[in-house]
């Protein structure tokens, strides 16, 4: 298990990693955090003849807020995002998808942008961002173009970045604090593995108690991250009781086409998605009342 | 072939500049490089944490970085605990007083993930040495004493620090001094 | 925590009494080269002129192999040789088989592949990514064949054969009764039938199988380091295989990071060393990588279904128990059928049942062989006979506890030999059982599963009395056959031990290290036989040249075994110093003992002298020592199996051939989300006794090591082959071990019933973990889903099969 050769580029600005990215197109590959790409190198499922490692640009590693927006750089690690305040204050949701992600020594080195951009359909930032409603910058020599996650994730670990285009941080619309709650919620195989499912909740009450605004996102059930949105309009305006919770369940599990594998076939992957969009909606919720004591 | 990489950098505290191949791991450049064979490589895809080093003092899997990117950059390797002199470092010591190992082949790695952990959390409850060791496999102690040799390790060197002699009982199984 | 207990018992060994070492927690002596990185495995060493090798192997389960072009890969700078399979048959021979059926088997595939990841072609180069590099521009044109996947399917007259040199993919069948199994179920009022599925697992060491082979083409030597167990056990298949004589090879052992069985032979890794190191010219270290390893390596254990049934009369006895068996061996038959002469060493259990029909068909399918692996056979087999008698206890109404007691053999009846013909050599099962459930604090539990069970959440206590044979006889591997190729009687243990001029001892063990303290063992028993230090003394490995014959670690044999050839080899040289010191001091022989490190006259410790002085003299003083006594004091002892007999020719008394047997019941708590399949350990109860303890905390290293693995066949291990015969786990990200977050509390306890076979009364333990925790942790989840009709018939448990199991016992309910 060892990579097919390389040439290895490190820039030291965004302008040149995209004309490094422009030059080579689609034989050359972004390093960041590697724990995706490097793993696929060994194995040469991947064999780049170009790797732009971008750890070297200055202040691409950074995790701010302005206007409503919490802002992730290209090279902001999933350790750091999960335990950056701002990121736990404002998009409560984000942080503990990240908590949930693989193990603390490879979060330690992961970033979060390479997690969203590497669009595997089980991870769980991917469906996060997209309950989020978040969006992905990308850069290239013709400037910066911000794409909504819904269009981001087209298939399995297929985005959709054009090859001269380097995504070099994620946008992520601050969640609302006021009766509202989220939760991310799933089922690996053993404690740090990838989701067999993961359900992204965020649902906001109105005062009479009603859900105003609900958003589901769920990770292994398909291609690429789902988006619930029939689940969402059945909720909208509606109190969220058991029944109501069971329905919202059985209607997003209906939508869902997962792919089986040796985890998990795709009925038990659905079977699981009516189970944890339930449980998500149900933790949600006691948060958006202030209910759960853990929140 | 590409070019070699020009870098420079320090592992166990001594500098190295050397040339690499773009595609050298990390793992492959400590052992077949600079002849430092007690990194393991188990899996090469990042799932075992065989492989675990400080890299500017976080771990990493050395088997995920080239050598490439190591520039500037400080490793430090299991090479790098124990004294010239036949002293174990604490976590060694713990780690035997515990039996907190079986075959060793994990070893390196766990030592050094308890390395970075004790460095900030002093002394760790079992659930902290979990949530930081839990990257990392082993398939012959069930764990248990690899835990109890990280917050034994804890103790001795929290009371090193307080200035006194660092204890020598670190064994926390009933009877396990013969 | 780990706390002993003796038993009350007579005592087996001279001078036990007063044991100073055996039986304390001295330090472990290999570990400081382990924890400093020091330690050598085969991976850290090199050979000056040394190449790397790496495999191209097949992405089909079956196929054809039309052509192989390595033109381009020998073109490639700095590849030295290719080597296809027909090209390695110019250097090497087929593997060694064990097996009486013509199954050939190359470590490179002729003609066929018949499992994925089988070798296609070897290359080496100057270093690995090179070779990796070759691999990729070597291309292979397939036949793509039907692959077999099924068992039950490949069993079918008109299946397409594995092999064509056999008749039918079954490539063994028998069936035997052991006693009067028609009369016993017969007379029985109450016939327990269960079926169960036990899934192919493997042992996947973190270090993987690897050798370096140098060839002299001059001398026609051959040098081998590798990981391998078998060097001084059997180094003669090995230089059959590598074309050479004997005499030319040596074999030097390496420390190896993890075995748990998978590593006795690796003849495929040192056969394409082997080969690559004669093609070209210079020493070739092959070291698998991971996905090298799951593929093929021989790390695969059992992969079973079972068709059982218990006897059992209306007062709850056990009269009978009849398993009729599918056991898929994957592609070859490299060891035969050992694993159910292993499973046939204890196949009642701690039970008295009086006879044991077995009917076994071991089919060939397109997966990669069975090998060995921590149980070795027994492990399904305690499986099948807990849930059989879980199942007795829930059709009788009898408390499962109640029951194991009624049945329990008796202490007074030892030595107790089972209706297959080996002997359990001691035991004592009702105070293991009773203190572990004194242990495990069960009212406790018991109120909190109610507690729970408010809440709607679902607690389980698991409960498993099962055996641990230990220290295997050769037969176990042959004893199926009428006509077996090797009959071997023979698994000896050796060591070579000196003491210097200057009274040091040094110790050399014809065993390696394979994650178990094989020094620290020798240097606890010499330091008990000669009263010094077990610090004091020098341990090391002998390699294949050293005569120190050597079955090694393996079947839970290598503490009874190395006791027993240290302890004979330093009772020769002390008996040696002895007659010296007598001379020296002018007394009798008789009247000298050896007391802490000296030679003193009895009762008179005034006149003494020291290890040294004698042994100076045994050195270098001839004319002072008794006439006839030959200078230096060196002893190579060879212990042989203790207590064994061959079978009788009609196999219906397999006669001991794993007689050293353990006990232990393990009692583990679980929690089950019957949602979403989720299984957590939440606490581990063991007791276990495994005779005399020689290093408790050791021992309860293996313990709890091996519960850990049972945990992992229990809920999370699983070797998947999909409808076209691809292997759906090549990776450690696929299958599944146990992470520190799946690894319970364990609390264990152990009682001491001394073996009278084996010096200091040792029994072996290495395996009785991972023998008792699968079928512990089922009765476990059993009892959490009690309440909505599961019953667990198969492992691993993943969430899937827990969900499954759930949703078909309603269905079961609906349907009535």
Known sequence: MKPAAFAYLAPSSVEEAVDRLAEHGP???????????????????????????????????????????????????????????????????????????????????????????????????????????????????????????????????????APDEFAVELRIPVTAVERTGSAFVEVSRRHGDLPMCGASTVVQLDEDGAVANARIALCGVGQRPMRARDTEDLLLGQRPADE????????????????????????????????????????????ARKEDTDA | MPDKIRISLTVNGVGHDVLVEPRMLLVDFLRDELQLTGTHAGCEQGVCGACTVLLDGETTRSCLLFAAQLDGSSVRTVESLARPDGSLHPIQRAFTENHGLQCGFCTPGMLMAACELLEHTPLPEPEDVKDALSGNLCRCTGYQNIVRSVCAAGRVLATAENGSHPASETAETTGASA | MSTVEHEATTDVGPGSSGRRWIGTNVPRKEDPKLLTGRAGYIGDLTVPGMLHAAVLRSPHAHARIRAVDTSAARALPGVVAVLTGEEALHHVNPMTSFCAEPVPQHAIAVDRVRYPGEAVAAVAATDRYIAEDACALIEVDYEVLPPLVDPVEAMDPGAVKVHETLDSNVVFHRSIDFGEVEADFTRAD??????????????????????????????????????????????????????????????????????????????????????????????????????????????????????????????????????????????YFQFAHGQHGNALAQPTGPYRIGSVGYDLSAVLTNKVQQGFFRGAGADPGNFILERLVDAAAEELGIDRVELRRRNFIQPDRFPFTVPTGNVYDSGNYEPVLDRALELAGLESWQAEKERMRQQGRYLGIGLATCQERTGYSA????????????????????????????????VAIGCPLWGNSPETVV????????????????????DSTSGALSAGPGGSRVTIMLSGAARGAAGTIRAKMQRIAAHAMEIDVADVECVDGTFQAKGVPSTAMSMADVAMRAHLFMHDNPAGEASGLVETFTYDHPFSSPPTADRKDMGAFYPMVSHACHIPIVEVDPETGAVTVLKYYVVNDSGTL???????????????????????????????????????????????????????????????????????????????????????????????????????????????????????????
């Open chain 1, 27 to 161: 034989d050359a590959r972004v390093l960041a955090g590697g724990q995706s790409l490097v793993r696929l190198m060994n194995t040469r499922l991947a064999t780049p003849s170009v790797v732009v490692d971008v750890n070297r640009i200055p202040d691409l590693d950074h995790i701010g807020a302005d206007n409503g927006t919490v802002h992730v750089g290209a090279i902001a690690r999933q350790r750091s995002c999960e335990l950056a305040p701002l990121v736990r204050s404002r998009v409560p949701l984000f942080a503990e998808a990240c908590s949930q992600v693989a193990h603390v020594s490879v979060r330690k080195r992961g970033t979060v942008v390479g997690s969203v951009a590497f669009a595997d359909p089980c991870a769980e930032l991917p469906a996060a961002l997209l309950a989020l409603d978040g969006q992905v910058v990308a850069r290239s020599r013709a400037g910066e173009r911000v794409i909504d996650a819904d269009d981001f994730f087209v298939g399995p670990f297929e985005n959709s970045l």
């Open chain 1, 244 to 287: 109501l919770l069971a329905q919202a369940a059985e209607l997003t599990a209906a939508a869902t086409d997962p792919i089986g594998d040796c985890h998990a076939s795709a009925a038990f992957r659905r079977h699981l998605a009516r189970v944890l969009t339930r449980r998500s909606l149900q933790t949600a919720v006691a948060r």
């Open chain 3, 190 to 331: 109450h016939v327990i039938r269960r079926r169960a599925r036990w899934h192919r697992m493997g042992a996947q060491p973190i270090e993987t199988a690897g050798a370096i082979c140098s060839y002299d083409p001059f001398t026609h030597d051959m040098t081998v380091w590798s990981n391998t167990n078998f060097y001084n056990f059997l180094p003669w298949s090995f230089a059959g295989m590598l074309g050479v004589a004997n005499n030319r090879l040596r074999m030097i052992p390496c420390p190896v990071g993890g075995s748990f069985g998978s590593k006795h032979l690796i003849n495929k890794v040192i056969s394409i060393a082997g080969s690559l190191t004669k093609a070209a010219g210079c020493p070739v270290k092959f070291l698998e990588d991971r996905l090298d390893n799951i593929a093929a390596n021989d790390n695969v254990g059992c992969d079973r279904s079972y068709d059982a049934e218990l006897a059992v009369s209306d007062q709850g006895e056990f009269l009978s128990l009849r398993m009729k068996i599918v056991d898929d061996y994957g592609a």
């Open chain 3, 523 to 542: 240097s606890q028993v010499v330091a008990e036989e000669f009263g010094i230090d077990p610090a004091a003394v020098s341990v090391g490995y002998a």
């Open chain 3, 475 to 506: 037969s176990e591997w042959w004893i199926l056959y009428d006509k077996p190729p090797l009959p071997a009687t023979s698994t000896p243990e050796s060591v070579k031990l000196d003491v210097d001029a200057t009274g040091n001892v040094r």
């Open chain 3, 694 to 816: 020689v290093n408790p905390a050791l021992v309860e290293g293996q313990v709890v090591g091996g519960i850990v693995q049972g945990i992992g066949a229990a809920l999370m291990e699983e070797y998947i082959y999909d409808a076209d015969g691809a292997l759906g786990t090549p990776s450690f990200r696929e299958y599944l071990l146990p992470s520190m977050h799946e690894a319970p509390e364990v609390i264990v306890e152990h009682r001491e019933t001394p073996s009278p076979f084996t010096e200091y009364g040792v029994k072996g333990v290495g395996e009785g973990g991972r023998l008792v925790a699968p079928t512990a942790i089922a009765s476990a989840i059993d009892d959490a889903l009690k309440p909505l009709g599961v019953w667990i018939d198969e492992l691993p448990m993943t969430p899937e099969r827990v969900v499954e199991a759930v949703a078909s016992a309603a269905d079961r309910m609906v349907t009535g």
